[in-house]
């Protein structure tokens, strides 16, 4: 039986798992030219490995309140390690080839990343896990022994891995939005937010239960700005000029407003036809066609040239 604050965790994770899901098949129906798929293609990635790694882990804890055994707790404990590099890796790729638009840079750091799952695989394995365990906010793995590296060494190594996709995530995605307009403006603004809330409140110690309740809902921000940027609500979309990603048009006006987006100045009205009558109601339409213009036959009045 899990506690509240251990049912807490598996909410944020199950969360976590449908926005970035959301956000996975929000890009899919993106149309891109041929020479943006590996960045599309990368960008995906990063979204479907956070949301299968939000999913093992929400897996992990479930299986730890029954108590799993060393084999369960090895083949978790490598998926989720599989699936987070998986996506660190191809929001790595995606700016490196954004920044540098060379098409190789996306082989070469599946290959990087592809060294770290190994490496990580053989590190869990040398240490032996014997179980999955509960604890106060979550889950931990327990182990038999030590790996082959230093922890000294393999926190250095995992912490390079991981932070440097996530400062390029959210640096990248601010400098997106600060240099663009529209809805892309927006977009890059609200995902770049996003990301440096999520990474950074998981790089913050948890010493309480009000640090935990704190980090979990800073992240949940994080959820809830990603949705505002691929899949706004109806309502907002016109009130803030927001785009549901995938779809082509202009946002629809805000009421009593003209034209593409909210805040759009009231249409002027045109002249009035030159046969319409001023009653008190206003301008009637005119009664059969209008005359044509001196010396233009078969050209309404006013018509340009």
């Known amino acids: 039986m899990l506690t509240a604050l251990q049912g807490w965790g598996v909410a944020h994770n199950l969360l ?23 960045a599309a293609l990368a960008l995906r990635l990063f979204w479907a490995g956070l949301a299968a790694t939000a999913l093992v882990q929400t897996g992990m804890v479930l299986l730890a309140a029954r108590g799993a055994g060393p084999g369960v707790a090895l083949a978790t404990t490598l ?22 638009g060379w098409r190789p840079v996306v082989p070469l750091v599946a290959c990087l990343y592809g060294a770290v799952a190994l490496l990580g695989a053989w590190e ?4 032996v896990p014997t179980g999955l365990a509960l604890t106060r906010w979550g889950y931990e793995v ?11 060494v393999a926190q250095s190594a995992a912490a390079l891995a991981a932070l440097v996709p996530a400062i390029l995530g959210a640096v990248g995605f601010l ?13 890059g603004i609200l995902v770049g937010l996003a990301l440096a809330l999520w990474f950074g409140t998981l790089a913050l110690p948890v010493e309480s239960d009000a640090a935990d309740v704190a980090r979990k809902l800073a992240s949940m921000a994080g959820f809830v700005a990603i949705y505002l940027a691929y899949l706004p609500p109806k309502a907002l979309q016109a009130r803030w000029g927001l785009v549901r990603l995938g779809r082509r048009g202009r946002v629809r006006a805000a009421p009593g407003r003209a034209g593409g987006g909210a805040g759009a100045p009231p249409q002027r009205a045109g002249p009035p036809h030159p046969r319409a009558r001023v009653t008190r109601a206003g301008l009637t339409p005119p009664r059969g066609p209008p005359r044509a213009s001196p010396g233009s036959p078969g050209r309404p009045a006013g018509s340009p040239p």
């Open 142 to 152: 327990a182990y038999a022994g030590e790996g082959g590296l230093s922890p000294s």
């Open 124 to 127: 869990a394995m040398r240490a």
């Open 175 to 187: 400098a997106i939005g600060l240099r663009s307009t529209g809805a892309t403006r927006q977009r």
């Open 16 to 38: 976590a798992a449908a926005v970035a899901l959301a956000a996975t098949l929000a890009l899919r129906r993106r149309p891109v030219s041929r020479e943006s798929r590996p």
């Open 79 to 100: 998926l989720a390690f599989g699936t987070a590099v998986v996506a660190l890796g191809a929001l790595a790729a995606y700016f490196l080839f954004l920044v540098t």
